[in-house]
Structures are given as structure tokens and as C-alpha cells.
């Protein structure tokens, strides 16, 4: 069982927008959020750090955003290409250990 | 740019210990801005830290694995190392090395996110 709650699975048509959540105690709240997207049988990738910055070569379809304890990744204009596992991730200062949230399976109908 | 790859034996049996090496290239980990760190995937399951070393020798290890875990690195080959003793099936996943950069406050670092990670490596422990 995962410190951090995300919803298995979110769907939705291409163009459109998504949103996927992400909860926790005060992993989240004390500490930044990143997320990571895996696409199939590739290793993750860093998509968002410290809450809502993206690396570079990240496009601008993918925001994050955090709120005391929870955190949201945001994709708009959906494409094939983002079907993918999305997970978010952050330090757990009580545990001292890295967390995940369970991840998000993204199918682009 | 940064890359890792890890290596290692793809089948371990019960009982004995799982190892494996992260080396890196384009970047030094005896620099003092990252963690170096391992991830694991049990197969269709999602990300589980195992730990991270940094250059000072210190540690962090998952709780779940520290009585069985020992994270090393090599400064002069640019390798870092995991090993798990008493390897069971459950310890049957892909291996991930990353990076991780680190912040610091005025009390204590801690590691920020997994910024660069290796291809990974699938381990089965079976006889």
C-alpha cells in the first residue's frame, strides 16, 4: 500500500484535458512533489519537479500543481503518445525515505 | 548529459544475495549536488525506493529492506552498487539506478527528485 493515493486508471479522448491526483499527509504538505511519467516498457522519466516546474524538452500540455496535502498533474491536449503510467513522488521527511503514489494508468481513447 | 545503466546477473537464486552496479557516465558521483539512488518495479506493480548513497559514504535506506540492504560506490570507476542478501521471489522486479538532486536547509538535506534514471535491469530470484 502506497503513502501517496492516486486513482488506478483515468481516461479520456485526445485533445482533451486530464487531471490526476495525487494524496497524502504531511509527505506532501512539508515537502516538493514531482511526478514521473513510464510509458510501456520504458524505465519513468521526470516530468514535473518541485511541484509545478517542467525539465526541459517537457512540453507545456503538462502542469503540476500542490495544495497543502495533495498534488495534481495536469495533460491537455491529449495525444496517443501520452498513454502511459503517471506517478507522483515525493520525500517523507517522518519516514526518511523517498514515496510513490501507487500510479495512474492514462488511456487516450 | 548524465547517463546511467545498470548490470548485473538477471537470475539470482533464494536465499543468496542479489547485486547489481550502476555506472555512470558524463557526470561524477562524487559530486556533492546528488544522491545516487536504486528503484525497484515488481513486475506489472508500481515504484518502491530501495535507497541512496552519497559521496560522503552516508546512506538512506527503505526501512522494509535495511536489515538485508548494503549501497556502495566505487568514486574511481564512477559505480555505485546495491546488494540485498537472502534474495526471495519477492525480490524479483526491475532495478532502476537514478540521480537525485539534493536540497539542503539549514538542518538537514534531503533529496528532491529522481531527475536522470538507467534503463533498468530485470532480476529474477528463482532456482
Known amino acids: 500500500q502506497s503513502v501517496l493515493t492516486q486513482p488506478p486508471s483515468v481516461s479520456a479522448a485526445p485533445g482533451q484535458k486530464v487531471t490526476i491526483s495525487c494524496s497524502g499527509s504531511?509527505?506532501?504538505?512539508?515537502?516538493?512533489v514531482s511526478w514521473y511519467q513510464q510509458l510501456p516498457g520504458t524505465a519513468p522519466r521526470l516530468i514535473i519537479y518541485e511541484n509545478n516546474k517542467r525539465p526541459s524538452g517537457i512540453p507545456d500540455r503538462f502542469s503540476g500543481s500542490k495544495s497543502g496535502t495533495s498534488a495534481t498533474l495536469g495533460i491537455t491536449g491529449l495525444q496517443t503518445g501520452d498513454e502511459a503510467d503517471y506517478y507522483c513522488?515525493?520525500?517523507?521527511?517522518?519516514?526518511?525515505?523517498?514515496?510513490f503514489g501507487g500510479g495512474t494508468k492514462l488511456t487516450v481513447l | 548529459q548524465v547517463q546511467l545503466q545498470e548490470s548485473g546477473p538477471g537470475l539470482v537464486k533464494p536465499s543468496q544475495t542479489l547485486s547489481l552496479t550502476c555506472t555512470v557516465s558524463?557526470?561524477?558521483?562524487?559530486?556533492?549536488?546528488?544522491?545516487w539512488s536504486w528503484i525497484r518495479q515488481h513486475p506489472g506493480k508500481g515504484l518502491e525506493w530501495i535507497g541512496y548513497t552519497y559521496h560522503t559514504g552516508s546512506t538512506y535506506s527503505n526501512p522494509s529492506l535495511k536489515s538485508r540492504l548494503t549501497i556502495s560506490e566505487d568514486t574511481s570507476k564512477n559505480q555505485f552498487s546495491l546488494k540485498l542478501s537472502s534474495a526471495t521471489a519477492a525480490d524479483t522486479a526491475v532495478y532502476y539506478c537514478?540521480?537525485?538532486?539534493?536540497?539542503?536547509?539549514?538542518?538537514?538535506?534531503?533529496?528532491?527528485?529522481?531527475?536522470?534514471w538507467g534503463q533498468g535491469t530485470l532480476v529474477t530470484v528463482s532456482s
Open positions: 558524463g557526470g561524477s558521483i562524487s559530486s556533492g549536488s546528488f544522491y
Open positions: 504531511s509527505s506532501i504538505g512539508n515537502n516538493y
Open positions: 513522488g515525493t520525500w517523507d521527511s517522518s519516514l526518511s525515505a523517498d514515496v
Open positions: 537514478a540521480r537525485a538532486p539534493l536540497h539542503c536547509t539549514s538542518t538537514s538535506c534531503f533529496p528532491l527528485h529522481f531527475d536522470s
